[in-house]
C-alpha cells in the first residue's frame, strides 16, 4: 500500500512539473492578466501584481507587435 502511495504521488509531482514546463502566456487565462510591461515584453501577472505594473506606466493587454 504504501508503494502506491509513493507512486502516486511520484506521478503527480511529474505531471506538475510537466505543466509548467509547458507553460506560456496563452495557458494562462484564472487569475491572471496580460500586461505590456516596458513597452516590449507581455507578460502575464497575477491579478494582485496587475496593479503595481499599471501603476508604474504598464499598460493593460499584450504589447503592439512590431514590423
Do not use: W, Y
Amino acid at each position: 500500500m504504501r508503494i502506491n502511495v509513493q507512486c502516486a504521488l511520484l506521478l503527480l509531482t511529474l505531471i506538475c512539473l510537466s505543466a509548467c514546463a509547458t507553460d506560456s502566456i496563452e495557458d494562462r487565462r484564472f487569475g491572471q492578466q496580460v500586461v505590456c510591461h516596458d513597452g516590449d515584453e507581455t507578460m502575464a501577472v497575477s491579478n494582485a501584481d496587475s496593479f503595481g505594473h499599471l501603476g508604474h506606466g504598464d499598460t493593460a493587454g499584450p504589447c503592439p507587435q512590431k514590423d
